[in-house]
């Protein structure tokens, strides 16, 4: 076992960006299941929004403490990564408020949060395989920074349900429609095609 690497300030800086981002991996599995069992919108909204919640604390992290920090250690090659990640945390950044802006009966709610999980992956795909590689190899000193993210970390506090006091926008069509959609597509696997098939 490599004796540093607990002591490391680097090291440890992106445990607390690593285990954040399994905490929003298994929160989008959650809502996946969610959306596979039809669930109402008092189940899943919440869960969405949770998943909001971290990812915006999370950003908020790498933004204000360790992107300034990482992009000052990296090399001038290495800075298009981080030009890379804040341009995917704008995207990431307007589908939380879409999400946020809407209800979770709405048509495009469980689309926009499947399309978050999809950017989301793809983005800590990067930070864990490019960004945080290129630091290791740059080694920078973050002592300050650990510092700095843990008592951010610290001070995180539960924001309140942005979808319990709004109604869908279509109430009532959108959710019913919604889930006759997923129940044929669930079932058209199994169906045979009309006429042409039998004969
Ligand atoms: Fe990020
Ligand atoms: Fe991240």
Known sequence: MQPTKQDNALEQAIQILTADHDKVRLLFREYKKLMDLD????????VAAKICQELTAHAELEEQIFYPAARKAISEDAEEC??????????????IADIEGSHPDDEHFDANVHVLQEYVAHHVEEEENDMFEELRHAEPK??????????????????????????????????????????????????????AADK
């Open 39 to 46: 669930a109402d919108a008092s189940q899943r909204g919440p």
């Open 82 to 95: 981080m030009d890379h990640a804040d341009v995917e945390h704008q995207s990431l950044k307007r589908l």
């Open 142 to 195: 973050m002592d300050s920074v650990l510092k700095k993210m843990q008592e951010a970390v610290s001070k995180r506090t539960e924001k309140p349900n942005p979808f319990k006091d709004k109604s869908p926008k279509n109430a009532g069509d959108a959710r019913q429609s919604k889930a006759a959609a997923r129940k044929q597509v669930r079932t058209s696997g199994s169906q045979k095609k009309p006429a």
